[in-house]
């Protein structure tokens, strides 16, 4: 594992901490430098809050459609049910565990029902370019100026080469959340269904919580063709146009894939192909999970799998619905990447039967965190530690549990709400400085292992004594869309 705390690892959740800093040697670096030393931080809402750049919630994209592309274009569908739909009798994952828990036994089984309950839509999504957009599935307003305009998708992580096994060239992520309609029908409630309401949208407890049987997607798709990453041969491929992100080894005259964004630049959008690597459901059933309301499960690629096609050969690797807070391992296998998979993670699933890449980031005792997931944290500093190899860290749920408003803790378990970095021992060098994070096992650590219904906000409280609302596990709407709203509002301010 080489270094992902530095340069590389910027995720594309949008957190709006003015005040951040990081410890370097008793002093301190500043917002900027700071961009790329922790994970799921960039500058795009802070800066548009700070040159008063209007942002407008209905956008499709920042950047023109090419004039060199054939197919239909990204529409953003926000035209979010006004009342909630009937939901069926039973869902298809409902009739795995006849309506009680999900377990390990069922889990596999349980994730397979939902990408069957799903696929018709995905498969016409991911393969048919003149479809057009699927009047069955939302997706949130406020971030057209991240997103691309082709498919809508936009920076999901940035991974230095020797982050996954046998990757030898640094990639890009890009992502694509849908929410169908049951789902959607929340986001209504949260932005309303016009431009007045959108900024001035409904946050409390009641109007961000989701319905039983919401279902939640999303697409994470790599720069790597087969040709520079083995295990992409074969994937499926989308095309997006946009500007080459700086953490895109594969833009390189080094890179034999087709349309690898070399005739591009980080100003000038290029048409650039990318390659479907991992595929998250996200389910509420509180039947099945009844601490949290909501299984996570993912799906990646495995080009040796069964299937007639790509989309067959996404395949699950692991589910999770609960943080498990009775499993405390310390031991270097639960905290040392690729870590070890505990079983007695009774709340945990994980197929060892993908691909050894699917499997190199999960997180702490092998939690569930897909390879385009941020669990692992390389270098790090925890507990007056210094991990050089890296420290996994919070897996789907224990990350998206910080999801809140206002955001008053950072995805990770972290010391403090900004996060802080500091230099290797005896180094003194500042630019190679690592995420600092709790020490693992701890009270802070194990603040973020719960298993907590989505109604409970992580915390802690503002510095007014407020305490935030939690918004049900959902980081888009957390990280994403409340941020670029709250830019908006700063840059309308006269």
Known sequence: MKNIALKYLIISFFLHFSTLSFANNSSQVSLKKAVGKAPFLTLTAENLAQTKSSIHPFENSALPKPVNYKGSFFELNHNYPRILPHREKQYPWERVTRNG??????????????????????????????????????????????????????????????????????????????????????????????????????????????????????????????SDWKPMEKAAVWQIYAPVNTNNGSATLQSKCKNNGSKGSNSTPVLTNIYLMQFDLIVKDSNAAPDTGWVFATLVYDKNAKGNDAWDKMIPLGATWGGNPDVVNLKPEALTSPVKVNQALTENWINLKTPAYARSTLGWDGRLSGPNDGAVVTPAWAGGKYYHKGLASAGCLACHSSAQYPMTSFLLPTTTNSPQALSPPLSGDSSAASFVLSEPGGKLWMKRFQSNSGITPLGPQTSDGKTPVALDYDMVTAFKAIPMWEAAMKANQP
Request: glycine share 8%; with cysteine; charged share 20%.
């Open 101 to 226: 828990r999900i377990t390990q036994k069922n889990a596999k089984q349980y994730v397979q029902a939902i990408k069957d309950y799903v696929s018709d839509d995905m498969r016409k999504i991911l393969f048919d370019k003149s479809a057009g957009n699927n009047i069955n599935w939302y997706q949130s307003i406020w971030l057209g100026i991240e997103r691309e305009p082709i498919h809508g998708a936009y920076v999901g992580s940035g991974f230095p080469a020797g982050t996954l096994t046998g990757q030898t060239v640094d990639l890009t992520t890009y992502v694509y959340v849908l929410y169908d309609k049951r789902a959607a029908t929340t986001l209504g409630n949260i932005w309303g269904y016009d431009k007045k309401s959108a900024m001035s949208p409904t946050i409390t407890k009641e109007s961000t919580q989701y319905a039983e049987g919401s279902v939640i997607v999303k697409y994470a798709f790599v720069t790597s063709c087969g």
